[in-house]
């Protein structure tokens, strides 16, 4: 069974800077593109940054270019989220997915998502 697991979440004050994890189970994801994605309280799911397989390429929202960085550690089958100078709009529930529907899509769809994690910025 497929399982993506994400950590790190929390709150943090204006300016400040959290590091988001997700650690996959059940299978290998390395040659898969994985992503992150977050929704805000009465928004739809957005895109943050996704990364290729081999960790080459890597794509970002505008709205977090420049403050967030988004780095895979294949052989830990996990992904992570370097989020600095953090924003009161960062805060959402932010989720890992793997494994592009379109192998070379870093923005999605993806096949597989975690439960997600709260960030909560504070101004």
């Known amino acids: 069974q497929v399982q993506l697991v994400e950590s790190g979440g929390g709150l943090v004050q204006a300016g400040g800077s959290l590091r988001l994890s997700c650690a996959a189970s059940?299978?290998?994801?390395?040659?898969?593109?994985m992503g992150w994605f977050r929704q805000a309280p009465g928004k739809e799911r957005e895109f943050v940054a996704g990364?290729?397989?081999?960790?080459?390429?890597?794509k970002y929202a505008d709205s977090v270019k420049g403050r967030f960085t988004i780095s895979r550690d294949n052989a830990k089958n996990t992904v992570y989220l370097q989020m600095n100078s953090l924003k009161p709009e960062d805060t959402a529930v932010y989720y890992c997915?793997?494994?592009?529907?379109?192998?070379?899509?870093?923005?999605?769809?993806?096949?597989?998502w975690g439960q997600g994690t709260q960030v909560t910025v504070s101004s």
């Open positions: 997915a793997a494994e592009a529907r379109i192998s070379w899509s870093v923005q999605g769809p993806y096949n597989y």
């Open positions: 990364i290729s397989s081999s960790g080459g390429f890597t």
């Open positions: 059940g299978r290998t994801f390395s040659s898969s593109a």
